[in-house]
């Protein structure tokens, strides 16, 4: 390892001294698109517990985030969506983990908005329904808005398609989805790549998410990528 | 007879006009998609990041990194681009989209939508249903008029939680299309041989015509 890099040989060394019980960890993508699903990987063999996860869905099954939940790593989930996951279903009724719903617009938001340095922002989404509870609710100008805070995590795991030496990162098509407001939300963030480039190769023009709100890259070299819902235009 | 799925979701494709950027919703909203009249130019938009959603890919096609919010793998088209999730909730939030067709549980004379949660049944999320409601232009329910057990759909109040208030502009079922304007609930089609009557005996809210 290039001690002045960012650049790091394994999961394992990318993930070390910023790992601890209880953290917030946001974690990238949409269903299991864009997921780093290598680093998920890491943060399981650490073993390290309570973890509260930011991520829109809770991957599924055994794959992304659904293994954490095998281990009984998570203690609370904030997401807009988890429907695909029966393993979360159970442990959700039998009250092993908590569930924080945030409307999906408001949860990247609040994200945005915490590596923006911005606390908290008033939107109309949610205003009379059960996601406006306990929230403050001010009238702008004839119209009801509802106070949403920032989130910051200790960590973000995100997903990229590259990077360069420089952490600028390139995404691919729907892949990019909830990554680059979580790295940015994140005090420390770890990208996983599946190719890594020398910096001035990109076009600077082009650069999806600088390098400044990347931390550490980890390339990897196996990416199984499930596909959640294949749907054909002739048939399954 | 009333409408079936394709009539309704053929009627819900009139509402799509020249240059307009839509979200369709997940299930029956989606497929609204496959009766776009042919000389209407419309792009849609997917809340996980894309606009110029295209077809579903030939097996061959398929590429892994590019699905609509339905989870499906879909394919792009020459005009279409991706963007993050905050941007794209944004475009929703900003009142750039100017159509969303989305599904519901009950719709009120008031507009108030309910069709994320059933109490005491495993609630999955109600993932971009509250930011597209309260940020798109015009809001269409397509909907079965009435639910499996029979009653209907379209209440005098929600009692099922809400994804937002006075939010729906357009409601269309089975049996007919219904618009909403100042809390009222006013009949403007009816489906091929659906009569008013059938129509105000399978509906609990107030219908005017």
Redesign the interface.
């Known amino acids: 390892m290039n001690t002045s890099s960012k650049i790091y040989n394994t999961t394992k060394e990318a993930l070390s001294g910023v790992l601890f019980d209880g953290m917030i960890i946001l974690s990238g993508g949409f269903g299991v698109v864009g997921i780093p699903e290598n680093l998920t990987l890491a943060i399981r063999d650490s073993k390290i517990k309570n973890l509260t996860v930011v991520s829109n869905n809770c991957g599924v099954d055994s794959f992304g985030l659904g293994l954490l939940l095998e281990t009984r790593q998570i203690k609370k989930m904030i997401s807009s969506y988890v429907g695909e996951n029966k393993l979360f279903a159970e442990q959700y009724l039998n009250g092993e983990i908590e569930l924080e719903f945030s409307p999906q617009g408001t949860l990247a938001e609040r994200c945005r908005a915490g590596g923006a340095g911005i606390p908290a922002f008033y939107t109309k989404t949610g205003v009379g329904t059960i996601v406006a509870e306990n929230k403050e609710i001010k009238n702008i100008e004839g119209v009801d808005y509802l106070m949403e805070k920032a989130i910051i995590g200790d960590l973000s795991i995100i997903k990229a398609w590259k990077s360069d030496t420089s952490g600028n990162l390139i995404f691919r098509k729907t892949a990019r989805n909830f990554n680059p407001p979580f790295a940015k939300a994140g005090k420390i963030c770890v990208v996983e790549v599946e190719e890594i480039v020398e910096t001035g190769s990109l076009d600077s023009d082009h650069i999806h998410l600088p390098g400044i709100y990347v931390d550490r890259i980890i390339k990897c070299s196996s990416y199984e990528k499930k596909i959640e819902n294949l749907t054909t235009s002739v048939g399954k | 007879m009333a409408w079936s799925r394709e009539d309704m979701c053929k009627r819900a494709s009139l509402e799509l006009k020249n240059g307009f950027y839509c979200n369709l919703g997940i299930g029956m909203p989606t497929m609204v998609a496959n009766y776009i009249p042919e000389n209407v130019n419309v792009t849609l938009h ?5 606009l110029g959603i295209g ?5 061959s096609e ?6 609509n919010a ?5 394919t ?1 088209l020459p005009e279409s681009s ?5 941007e ?3 475009m ?2 900003g009142g750039h989209i100017d159509l969303s067709i989305l599904g519901a549980l009950q719709v009120s004379e008031k507009g ?1 939508l309910a069709n994320w949660m059933i109490p005491g049944k ?10 597209l409601v ?2 798109v232009k015009k809001v269409i329910i397509l909907m079965e008029h009435n639910a499996k057990d029979g009653t209907s759909k379209l209440v005098k109040e929600c009692n099922l ?5 006075s939010v729906v502009n357009m409601i269309i079922t089975d049996l007919g299309v219904f618009e909403i304007e100042n809390e009222k609930i006013k009949l403007i089609e009816k489906a091929k041989d659906v009569s008013l009557e059938e129509i105000v005996s399978r509906t609990e809210a107030n219908i005017s015509s």
Do not use: C, H, W
């Open positions: 997917s809340e996980n990041g894309m077809p579903f890919p030939l097996l398929v590429d892994p990194d590019i699905i339905g989870k499906q793998t879909i792009e991706y963007f993050d999730s905050s794209s909730f944004a929703i939030r108030d495993m609630v999955k999320g109600m993932g971009g249903a509250m930011d309260a940020g939680p809400l994804t937002g208030m």
